[in-house]
Structures are given as structure tokens and as C-alpha cells.
């Protein structure tokens, strides 16, 4: 791919796949998994279906998890990689039943990819379901009351089968907001139904709408790295040529999305790829079996060059880049508030001494915290939380500003998905 292509930013806009880009206002809703809950739509993403007696067989060829373990109604996050042990898609595996698994995520296309151009008594088909995500404090108390049971004893990454509002709910506890959560899946013919059965559910317990807006701060705040946002899929070189012809000739609308912006500049697009060690995934990666991408990859686990981090951004540097606004003279870019949402990856240079040691992604401002942060994969070495560094902000060719940042643990909200609800 030319890079000059790479950098031709879309027009901005707040996605529309959450729904509106707010309900309230996205501070209110930005709250909300700290205080009550909220209720946010997923149901854009892929899911497809996979069935027959190679379906673990063709996961684990393809995946860096082990299945040896991966019980009926279990869910993993999983992940692909190419040779080169760089990601090209993750996403959620949920295992129906001794030979039937759903996929949820880009990783899908892949998959079945796989499948097509391999040996394997397995049938795929694409499936549509709603992905309704309730996460906060009283996520489990509004999902209790939605579907007239307990749910106490679902373990974290485990599936809970019930009925909302007339329909067959899976009930995945998972949490990507870094709190209590819950992913509630079922057929997309019945979705408003059973949304407008969890807001009914939710009103005493203060659920909120979660807009476009506020959609990714719990993944800054919780340390969720998001294809596009923070890396580019591996699907460009020449050794993906012809996934890339299928891939784009498929979903052309996904594929013209692959844009970059921001301070950082690479001699090529393998620059913005990323592998699952340095995003934080490392002990997903199972060295129990061969799959793509393994030898590359048992090399990065035993010395990583790179881990994520958070970085907190200097108040008062970033406070200017706004002033230049109202300043005589050219203006720094603008930081949108609470970040960018204009699917494509915003990645700036990090320095320390003058050297760049990272690159940072997923800039965004936390109301809860009332600081702006941002992702990082950092050099190990100036990992140390507490390390000061330097962000340059601004697109090449435009005026850049210096921010002063922290480095500051990855997740830098508690991590409370494993809370005992037995309690709560």
C-alpha cells in the first residue's frame, strides 16, 4: 500500500454503529461504569458460525491460544497472527456446544479463509446476532432483572444461557470496561425487544445509553488495544496478497478504513503493526501447538522489546494546544473531545532524550480521571511507571507541540471484571 494513501485522513464524523453519538451527554456517560452501568451496542460487529469435528483443530492451527482446554459455553479471546507473529485480527470465540464454535470480530473473514484454502471437516456460515454489552457496578443486578434469574454462578469468561424478554440470551460475563459486565447475544430479528427489556430493567439502577462519543474511553481507561485504533491489521504484505484481494472484494467498506494520522512516520506500513506481546496479550500466546506465527512469536515472549503502557499527558501542555485556537497564527491540530472517532489510527512519536522510544495511540480525555491519556507500546526499558516522556502532537507538516507525559501502568483504571457478584 503507497504510505502517501495511508495518510489521506477520512472526513471526521462520530460513527453512528453505537447509535447516537450521545444520550445524555458523553461526561454523564463516561461515569457510568464507574457509578451505575450502561448499556452499549455491539451489534455491528462479524460473528460467524463454525461447525464439525476439526473446529478445534482449525482454531488452534490458526490462533496463538491453546484449546486444549475450552469447555462447552466458555468464551477465549483469540487472537491471529501472520509468520511474522503480527496480528492480523482478534476477537471472541464462544464454544456452543462439543463441535460447534461463534466467532465474533474480523478475525471471522480470516478463519474461514483458513478454512476454505485448507483441509478441514468443518462448515462456516456467516450468522446475525445482536451483542447488547451492560457493564458497571449494577450491571448484574439490571441483567438479573431483565431475565428473572441468578447469574451468580457464571464464572468470568464463561456464558449463562437465559431468556430475555421471549428470546434465547447467551449472558457472557466479560467486562471491557474493566468493571463487572455482561455481552448478551441472540438473534438480531428480536434485538429491540430485548434492549428495551434491559433499559426497563436498568432504570433503578441508573443505566445510561452509551453513545459513539464516550464508546472507547473504558478500553483507554481499561487498556483494551482496538485494530485501527491502535494497530494496523497484517494484512498488506506480499505474503497476504491474495487475502487482501478476497478481504477487500468481501467488505470493501472495512477495508477503505485503513488510515493513519498523527506525528508518527514509518519507512513502511509494518510500522504501525503491532504483535499480541507488546499490546499486553502475551500470555495468550500458548506455546502447546504450532500455528501461524510461532516461532516469532516464542522469540518475543522470552525477550519482548516493547509493553504497553498508559501515558499521562501534561494538563497544562495540552491545555495550550486548545489556546492556539484563539491565538494569533497557525493553530496545533485539534485534539477532539473525548477523542478521535474517525476510524482510523491517530499514532504519535514518543521521545525520551530526543530519541524515540514508543509510539502512542487512543488519545483520549477521562472526565472520571480529569486527565487525557493515551495507550503506548514502549521501548522495556523506559517502561518504569513514573519514566517522564515526551509526545510530539501534530501531523507531519503542521505545526507540533511537545507534551510532557508519565508513563503510568496499563490498565490505569482498577481492574474490577473479576469482582465477586456473589457480594454485590
Known amino acids: 500500500m503507497n504510505m502517501h494513501d495511508l495518510r489521506r485522513t477520512p472526513p471526521g464524523y462520530f460513527t453512528s454503529r453505537w447509535g447516537q453519538p450521545e444520550y445524555t451527554d458523553w461526561q454523564d456517560e463516561s461515569l457510568s461504569w464507574k457509578e451505575t452501568c450502561y448499556i452499549g451496542d455491539w451489534s455491528f460487529l462479524w460473528e460467524r458460525r463454525f461447525k464439525g469435528p476439526d473446529v478445534l483443530k482449525l482454531l488452534s492451527d ?19 497472527t501472520t509468520e511474522a507473529g503480527k496480528i492480523i485480527a482478534e476477537g471472541i470465540a464462544t464454544r456452543l456446544s462439543d463441535d460447534e464454535v461463534m466467532l465474533f470480530g474480523r478475525g471471522t473473514f480470516w478463519v474461514d479463509y483458513k478454512l476454505r484454502h485448507g483441509n478441514y471437516k468443518v462448515i462456516s456460515k456467516p450468522d446475525d446476532w445482536f451483542n447488547f454489552q451492560v457493564s458497571g457496578p449494577t450491571a448484574i443486578h439490571v441483567v438479573e432483572k431483565a431475565c428473572g434469574q441468578s447469574l451468580r454462578d457464571v464464572k468470568f469468561m464463561h456464558n449463562g444461557r437465559v431468556q430475555i424478554a421471549g428470546c434465547d440470551v447467551l449472558a457472557l460475563r466479560q467486562g471491557m470496561a474493566g468493571e463487572i459486565g455482561y455481552e448478551l447475544q441472540g438473534d438480531i430479528a428480536k434485538s429491540q425487544e430485548v434492549y428495551q ?11 445510561r445509553q452509551l453513545g459513539g462519543r464516550t464508546a472507547f474511553i473504558n478500553h483507554l481507561e481499561a487498556c483494551f488495544p482496538t485494530i485501527v485504533t491502535d494497530y494496523l491489521p497484517a494484512i498488506f504484505g506480499e505474503d497476504m496478497k491474495d487475502y487482501l484481494t478476497e478481504f477487500k472484494s468481501a467488505m470493501p467498506a472495512f477495508a477503505s478504513t485503513f488510515n493513519v494520522a498523527g506525528s508518527f512516520e514509518g519507512g513502511d ?15 495468550r500466546v500458548v506455546l502447546d501447538h504450532d500455528f501461524i506465527g510461532r516461532e516469532a512469536l516464542e522469540k518475543e515472549v522470552v525477550a519482548p522489546k516493547r509493553t504497553i503502557r498508559t501515558l499521562v499527558w501534561n494538563a497544562e501542555d495540552v491545555a495550550d494546544v486548545y489556546a492556539s485556537l484563539f491565538r494569533g497564527g497557525p493553530s496545533y491540530d485539534f485534539m477532539e473531545m473525548p477523542r478521535d472517532q474517525r476510524g482510523f489510527m491517530y499514532a504519535d512519536k514518543v521521545l525520551k532524550d530526543g530519541q524515540i522510544v514508543g509510539v502512542t495511540t487512543s488519545r483520549g480525555y477521562s472526565y472520571s480521571f480529569r486527565k487525557m491519556l493515551s495507550l503506548c ?3 522495556v526499558q ?10 510530539v502532537w501534530g501531523n507531519p507538516g503542521h505545526p507540533q507541540k511537545q507534551i510532557r ?12 471484571r473479576r469482582a465477586d457478584v456473589a457480594v454485590v
Open 62 to 80: 490458526v490462533s496463538v491460544n491453546s484449546f486444549e482446554k475450552f469447555a462447552v459455553n466458555q468464551s477465549k479471546h483469540v487472537i491471529h
Open 382 to 391: 523506559h517502561a518504569e511507571p513514573g519514566t517522564e516522556v515526551t509526545v
Open 405 to 416: 507525559a508519565i508513563v503510568a501502568p496499563a490498565p490505569y483504571k482498577q481492574d474490577n
Open 269 to 283: 506500513i509494518s510500522d504501525w503493526y503491532r504483535n499480541p506481546v507488546e499490546l499486553g496479550w502475551g500470555k
Open 197 to 207: 427489556a434491559i433499559m426497563e430493567a436498568g432504570k433503578e439502577f441508573g443505566i
Open 377 to 379: 507500546t514502549i521501548d
